[in-house]
């Protein structure tokens, strides 16, 4: 009888899938946990990071960090439910299942079938991961060219961004204007300078929650609200 693989499971959710029950954490865990169950697969651990934006490269993630140094000194199969939970770079994806090929670790992708241990399913992630970069960079061009027609015709994108808030004063439209949160301002530029130094966006938004600096809406920080919040800054 033949000895059973041990395997790592890995999830995420970005804020805006939570109300997605097909992609929720909690579906994400109980599908891999039968997939391992028919597939006689020793499923050691679920790692999981939630509130995390798939743009973020697996190593700046807190659970993806982790799920790249268990791989360095084991080899695991690792099973997730679809790519884009794990990658939605192309060159993130190859490089790190390219260093997982000569640990003798494994990719498991459920909705594909695929398995990277055989020669069929190398070749066809290559081609699944740059469909998926691209899908990626079509949802990206579209979403900027509606933002672009919208504030053409002088309408208004939500609230705030972090760093601004409205003011009583009106601008032609009607509209209150924009003005600076000078604490808001702040944490912007820390977050930038904190980058600068080379803390990652997990770390950083470690450091703002053990600090209790609050977000905009006083919530906790993921690395997203901190990859956001840096982005800003070079906007200011």
């Not at 743009?55 to 807190?62: A, F, M």
């Not at 994806?93 to 640990?103: A, I, M, S």
Request: proline fraction near 3%; include cysteine; glycine fraction near 8%.
């Amino acid at each position: 009888m033949s000895e059973k693989k041990d395997t790592l499971g890995y999830v995420r959710v970005s804020t805006r899938e939570q109300a997605d029950s097909g992609l929720s954490i909690a579906s994400q865990e109980r599908r891999i946990k039968n997939y391992c169950e028919l597939n006689d697969l020793n499923l050691i651990e679920i790692l999981k990071d939630e509130n995390v934006s798939a743009g973020i490269p697996l190593s700046e993630r807190k659970a993806g960090g982790r799920l790249l140094e268990l791989t360095k000194g084991h080899p695991y199969a690792v099973v997730a439910i679809k790519l884009d939970r794990l990658f939605r770079d192309a060159h993130d994806c190859l490089g790190v299942t390219k260093d997982w090929e000569k640990r003798d670790n494994s990719l498991i992708l459920m909705d594909l079938g695929m398995d990277t241990t055989t020669a069929m399913g190398r070749a066809f992630l290559t081609n699944a991961a740059t469909y998926a970069e691209l899908e990626k960079n079509l949802i990206s061009e579209r979403t900027k060219a509606a933002l672009t027609q919208i504030k053409i015709d002088g309408g208004v994108l939500g609230a705030p961004k972090y760093g601004w808030e409205k003011s009583e004063d009106l601008d032609k439209f009607g509209r209150k204007k924009l003005v600076p949160n000078s604490e808001e301002m702040k944490v912007l530029y820390e977050c930038k300078a904190l980058r600068a130094l080379g803390l990652t966006y997990q770390q950083i938004a470690d450091k703002f929650n053990d600090e209790g600096k609050p977000t905009k809406r006083g919530g906790r920080w993921h690395p997203s609200t901190v990859r956001y919040c840096c982005r800003n800054a070079d906007k200011t």
